[in-house]
């Protein structure tokens, strides 16, 4: 089993291939191919443990004589046929060689219970174990399931024909056709001749080459006998004989079947390069769109909020702070800080959840560009296992995210700082003035100097500078503190779409990119099983 086939490609490297290519193909690929691939292998590995016995089966119709030919191939009335209509309804099989050679444990694994051992001197045909088949156009649909089977196992295939029936459109579609990629380990024998003189032989012979021919049989020998007369009976048997002495009839037989699968599982891969893996472009389209969707806008816009109603609070007029502080900070209404808690983020709207769509839809067809139907269908299911999981991840990614430092700029403070010296003014001011008034209510007020400038007394000014300082200094710092909301805004939306991005990476793209690798490490395995 470990000879190299006819191209020099050991037959265990195409079973490895092939076996790479089903495993890549396991539960990706709903197709019928990948099956019928993975029973050739569990075929491939019980043939290899049974040796090298050469196992041929005579295959044909009813009427065709195969019985017969296989009775005098082995010497012996073996397989019986009906008195009514010849028919034969199991398998028998004739062994050559010594009892110990392995064939019954090879017959135990055809499930062929009739077995004849032949007493024949003719060494050549050591190891041959011919089997006579059922007749694949039986009423019986137990004896057609059971051709069908065999068929599948045995390592060389000898089809009978008849001189009636040779050209049975049903034989070569069902049969015939199926094998062109196993010409070499099949030979086609146009049984009777006997019955025909010898211009009549001749036609036949050269019509049913023809046929082969056209089929894609142009190796397939012809040879043509009669069971009766024994006329080209040594041919065949010296024809049994060259694939017996090979010792290589398995491993060509299982080298058509890898390559006969390998073609079937080729109709699944696109002539060239297919699949397209996301572009940077791609990338951000997509951040894009489940960034809106995740509510990243809205975050921005209550970060934006919380900076402005924390930077007026602390540079307005102070004993008016409280005001602002009693208002709820727009940021711990989101509940965010903790990504195992679900966040209060409003629902996407119609837009965004459509623009989301849109650009997954985008990103699938991309990564399904060329790729025949099977990994398209495999590329939808991928997208649509990342779909149902985007809203819990993205909203992880959202809540999870650090907004960057709230820090108090300097600015600030020191706004916050000279508005309570204004303050500290505006009071002495007035506290001033109230005791000029308990003062005067005394009658004491020409005891105590008053002093002015400019004509203006000195508690007026502090009291009217101080108010209107604070109120001056407020309303020039607003929009300070709004350009530092905005920036603080910017950086929170870096943050969060960096994160969001990475769960598009991770949740959407890679598990995509990882199908299109599967679906170029299948070609490639299939394109080496079938070389």
């Not at 397939?220 to 049994?240: D, I």
């Amino acid at each position: 089993m470990r000879r190299r086939d006819r191209d020099g490609l050991p037959l265990g490297e195409r079973l490895a291939a092939l076996r790479e290519a089903v495993e890549l193909a396991e539960d990706r690929l709903e197709v019928p191919e990948v099956g019928r691939a993975r029973a050739l292998l569990a075929k491939a590995g019980a043939r290899e443990a049974l040796g090298d016995a050469t196992v041929v089966a005579l295959a044909g119709a009813t009427g065709s004589g195969k019985s017969t030919l296989f009775n005098a191939l082995s010497g012996a009335e073996v397989s019986t046929p009906g008195v009514r209509r010849p028919t034969t309804g199991v398998a028998h099989a004739s062994v050559w060689g010594a009892a110990d050679d392995g064939a019954d444990r090879l017959l135990d694994w055809l499930e062929v219970p009739r077995r004849h051992r032949v007493a024949d001197s003719d060494r050549a045909l050591d190891g041959l174990v011919l089997l006579d088949l059922p007749d694949h156009d039986s009423v019986r649909l137990e004896h057609r399931l059971e051709v069908d089977r065999l068929v599948e196992l045995v390592d060389v295939l000898v089809w009978v024909l008849d001189p009636q029936k040779y050209a049975d459109a049903a034989v070569h579609s069902r049969y015939l056709v199926p094998l062109a990629g196993h010409a070499g380990v099949l030979v086609v024998v146009l049984n009777q001749v006997d019955r025909l003189d010898e211009p009549a032989a001749q036609a036949c012979l050269s019509d049913l080459r023809r046929l082969l021919d056209e089929e894609g049989l142009a190796s397939t020998p012809v040879v043509a006998t009669s069971a009766r007369t024994g006329a080209g009976l040594p041919e065949l048997r010296a024809a049994l004989a060259r694939r017996v002495g090979a010792r290589r009839a398995a491993t060509e037989r299982l080298t058509a079947d890898v390559r006969a699968a390998a073609g079937a599982l080729a109709a699944h891969c696109p002539d060239g390069d297919a699949g397209t893996a996301a572009g940077r472009a791609d990338e951000d389209r997509l951040a894009g769109a489940l960034a809106d969707a995740a509510g990243v806008p809205v975050v921005v816009a209550a970060v934006e909020r919380s900076a402005v109603r924390d930077g007026v609070a602390r540079t307005g007029w102070p004993l008016l702070r409280w005001v602002r502080r009693v208002r709820p900070d727009p940021l711990d209404r989101l509940h965010l800080g903790d990504e195992r808690a679900r966040s209060s983020l409003p629902v996407a709207g119609a837009v965004q959840q459509a623009a989301m769509a849109a650009a997954l839809r985008q990103a699938r067809t991309d990564a399904a560009d060329g790729l025949p139907q099977a990994w398209r269908d495999e590329l939808r299911r991928t997208a649509e296992h990342a779909e149902a999981e985007l809203p819990d991840r993205l909203d992880r990614a959202v809540t999870g995210a650090d907004l960057g430092p709230a820090r108090v700029p300097l600015w600030q403070r020191a706004v916050g700082g000279l508005q309570w010296l204004f303050l500290l003014a505006a009071l002495v001011g007035a506290v001033w003035l109230l005791g000029l008034v308990v003062l005067g209510w005394l009658q004491l007020d020409d005891v105590v100097p008053l002093p002015r400038v400019e004509g203006f007394p000195v508690p007026t000014l502090l009291l009217v500078a101080g108010l209107l300082a604070g109120l001056l200094l407020a309303v020039l710092a607003r929009p300070l503190v709004r350009a530092g909301a905005r920036r603080r805004g910017r950086r929170a939306r870096e943050r969060l779409t960096a994160r969001v991005a990475d769960v598009a990476r991770t949740s959407v793209l890679a598990p995509l990119e990882e199908t299109l690798a599967a679906a170029r490490a299948f070609c490639a395995a299939v394109r080496r099983a079938g070389s």
